[in-house]
């Protein structure tokens, strides 16, 4: 999703001894929705063919129910309510004196606004079932389990309702635009080796089975529609989409849309009576599609964002491993900026460079997490974090930015959050961080820095080498963040257990320091100093008064190999021992200064003590 600031509390850590689930579950749906855009309700019918391929008997399964949040005195209008910061799309604020406090705008929902999402008929092999709803999530009990490895049928009925637009999934928003469906329909929760994956929905993240869906959906026959999947019927609904050309309208004024999505997650679409269809097409093949308002105030920016979102695209494509789908779809949806499976949801309005900003954020996601769909409400830094990671190397590309470090925005932000005293660890569920600024530095920058000291221990070239054997060996899978690290231990011939446990499951801070004396000889003594408790090797650089410069390479010991770095490698530092000292062969009088990571790719919480100038 955008980066914006957002919600939620507290919770435990996790450690990452678990290797990828050894067994994914599968899910295909069909599903055939009939909506009605003057009153924004829809009903359907759906079926869905589950595969047990875990070695469980299953005597229940969960549902998820997602339109339900909306609704006053849901799990997701009182967190709004006591949440010390809540997403201000969500919530009004209302100066009190010097004080503001905030309205969930949830709780003002009247019923015909509100979000809603039932079933009825829920049978399976043609057996009614029991079904417990819960909020925003049903449950279905069984007389008999499904047995491990076998295939049941679900078929049930549903009746839905879109709420005004509060985030992410609504109507007639803020931009105009008519209908946003993203979590609109019955989904089956995940299951894996840790069990029921059945969160409430509190406006956090998502994690879904792989399977194959094919939808129908039957709309006023002047609204254009653009989502997941491939259209299936293209001449009857007009060419290129457009509903000017429109055939086979039914009696009540509606055209049927057919799609179809092989191995995805999840099925989102958007629809609108005014919307501009472009197209664009990748060096692979694939065609984006791009669907906005017709708006003159917006056209320059959405014209010139289709070349750039080509040219991002292909540069992941180079980058990281090839798009496998047909269609990828940008479509101003009017809220924010939200990763969906083969298209985007995002705003279309303002300035072009945060255009240009969301769109290559967004489409960073088809990888990290639309093809490694990893458990974003545990692992919300893996998408997020990478996705950033990713966009900031194809904006500086698309820019032609030449920075040794282009990613310093998320330093400073992981910095002040850091000594902030309302850090979390990353292991925090999505859904228990204090604060939603918390939440957001997390994901986003601390999930990046946690690429970049990678990339800071073992070069750019080897890390990215990771990253395209990562998508290659776990693309249609669920990875967790153990993957990527043993792919890299393995390709480096290193052990970065120390790293990802101060990183991702403490609050440990990097802080470093160094300083230089003379000793008995007049040589130069370098003296560097571990501050904080998390350890990382050390390159120093030395400066003489004559121009020339040293480089010394500190290994970790814990790290069992040595960083990629230049200069003499000094023997290894065993983390216990605070100080380190470097003898040189370097008059003090000559010497200029002393710097630690010259680079700046080490997230040390305070740089200024990373220096020391001779005055002398």
Not at 324 to 350: A, N, R, V
């Amino acid at each position: 999703m955008m980066k914006y600031f957002s919600l939620l509390l507290l919770s435990c850590g996790f450690t990452f001894a678990q290797a990828t689930h050894p067994w994914q579950q599968h899910v295909d749906y069909k599903i055939n929705v009939d909506f009605d855009v003057k009153s924004f309700q829809y009903t359907g019918e759906q079926t869905v063919v589950y595969k047990n391929n875990s070695p469980d008997d299953l005597n229940t399964v969960f549902i998820h129910l997602y339109p339900n949040a909306f609704q006053p005195g849901s799990e997701m209008d009182i967190r709004l309510q006591n949440n010390p910061d809540p997403d201000r799309r969500m919530a009004t604020g209302i100066k009190e004196g010097d004080k503001e406090r905030f309205e969930s705008r949830i709780a003002k929902l009247q019923p015909n606004e509100i979000g809603l999402l039932e079933l009825a008929d829920v049978r399976c092999n043609g057996q009614k079932i029991t079904v417990l709803q819960k909020g925003t999530l049903a449950q279905l009990l069984f007389s008999k389990p499904i047995k491990a490895g076998e295939k049941v049928t679900f078929k049930w009925n549903f009746k839905g309702q879109l709420p005004v637009q509060i985030r992410r999934s609504g109507r007639n928003n803020k931009e105009g635009i008519a209908i946003s469906m993203s979590q609109w329909y019955p989904k089956i929760a995940a299951y894996d080796t840790e069990g029921w994956h059945a969160n409430a929905y509190i406006a956090r993240e998502f994690y879904g089975e792989w399977g194959n869906f094919d939808v129908k959906i039957a709309i006023d026959k002047n609204y254009t529609i653009g989502g997941t999947g491939i259209l299936q019927n293209p001449t009857e609904i007009g060419h290129g989409y457009s509903t000017k050309f429109k055939q086979n309208v039914r009696p009540d004024g509606k055209l049927v849309w057919h799609f179809k999505a092989e191995k995805v997650h999840d099925f989102t679409w958007a629809a609108d009576d005014k919307y501009i269809h472009d197209q664009a097409q990748l060096d692979n093949g694939t065609v984006l599609h791009f669907f906005y308002k017709d708006n003159p105030k917006i056209l320059e920016n959405w014209k010139g964002l289709q070349p750039d979102a080509v040219r991002v695209m292909n540069f992941y494509n180079q980058l990281i491993g090839t798009y496998p789908y047909k269609q990828y779809s940008i479509i101003q949806g009017g809220d924010g900026g939200m990763e969906y499976q083969m298209c985007t949801l995002i705003l279309g309005e303002g300035k072009y460079d945060g255009l240009l900003g969301v769109t290559a954020h967004e489409m960073g996601h088809a990888w990290f997490q639309g093809l490694l769909a990893s458990n974003e409400s545990k692992y919300a830094w893996m998408d997020e974090g990478f996705t950033s990671y990713i966009e900031d190397l194809a904006l500086a590309e698309l820019k032609k930015n030449t920075a040794v470090n282009p990613f310093t925005a998320a330093y400073t932000a992981v910095a002040k959050l850091q000594t902030s005293g309302k850090e979390q660890a990353l292991t925090t569920h999505a859904d228990r961080f204090e604060e939603n600024r918390s939440y957001s530095v997390a994901s986003y920058f601390k999930g990046q820095l946690f690429l970049t000291q990678l990339q800071y221990l073992l070069g750019k070239d080897q890390l990215i080498k990771g990253l395209k054997t990562f998508f290659d060996e776990f693309k249609f899978k669920h990875p967790t963040p153990n993957d990527l690290v043993r792919i890299l231990e393995k390709q480096n011939n290193v052990q970065l257990d120390w790293f990802v446990t101060d990183w991702t499951q403490t609050t440990n801070k990097i802080d470093y320091a160094v300083t230089a004396t003379s000793d008995e000889n007049g040589r130069a003594e370098i003296l560097v100093t571990r501050k904080g408790l998390m350890p990382m090797p050390q390159q120093v650089l030395v400066e003489l008064k004559n121009g020339t410069s040293e480089y010394y390479c500190i290994p970790l010991r814990e790290m069992h190999g040595n960083p990629k770095f230049k200069g003499s490698v000094q023997a290894d530092w065993p983390w216990a021992q605070p100080q380190y000292r470097i003898k040189t062969n370097v008059l003090f009088a000559d010497l200029k200064r002393v710097l630690l990571d010259p680079d700046g790719f080490v997230a040390d919480t305070d740089r200024a003590n990373d220096i020391f100038v001779n005055e002398k």
